[in-house]
């Protein structure tokens, strides 16, 4: 599945900014969906993630009540609602997928080298 994150910009203290993450080549439905992100000189950390059925969850305490992570299988979708956004949220924000291994997901959800597809990246400032 090839994966295209987009809806980054400027954003205030406080802001909200939701990214799109638009799937192709096959549909997101045998997926788990997660979010990372990267800020400058810092390794990639995870974000959120979402069950192929949508009806599990997951957050990164660092934005565990700000942000939503969402789906629409069938328009081949995946959402990252951010509220209240602070200047430690910036960062390129990824959005990636998994198809395998997913028994143990709920252990593994945080571990990047277990998704075998990435977007590109969107950046997400927030000026203070």
């Known amino acids: 599945v090839q994966l295209q994150a987009s809806g980054g910009g400027l954003a205030q203290i406080g802001d909200s900014l939701t990214l799109s993450c638009t799937a192709s080549g096959r549909p997101i439905s045998g997926y788990a969906m997660s979010w990372f992100r990267q800020a400058p000189g810092k390794e990639r950390e995870f974000v959120a993630a979402?069950?192929?059925?949508?009806?599990?969850?997951y957050y990164a305490d660092s934005v565990k009540g700000r942000f939503t992570i969402s789906r629409d299988n069938s328009n081949n979708m995946a959402y990252l609602r951010m509220n209240s956004l602070n200047p430690e949220d910036t960062a390129v924000y990824f959005c990636?997928?998994?198809?395998?291994?997913?028994?143990?997901?709920?252990?593994?959800?945080?571990?990047?080298?277990?998704?075998?597809?990435w977007g590109q990246g969107t950046l997400v400032t927030v000026s203070s």
């Open positions: 990636a997928a998994r198809g395998r291994d997913l028994r143990y997901f709920s252990g593994t959800y945080h571990r990047p080298e277990k998704y075998e597809s």
């Open positions: 979402i069950i192929k059925s949508a009806y599990l969850t």
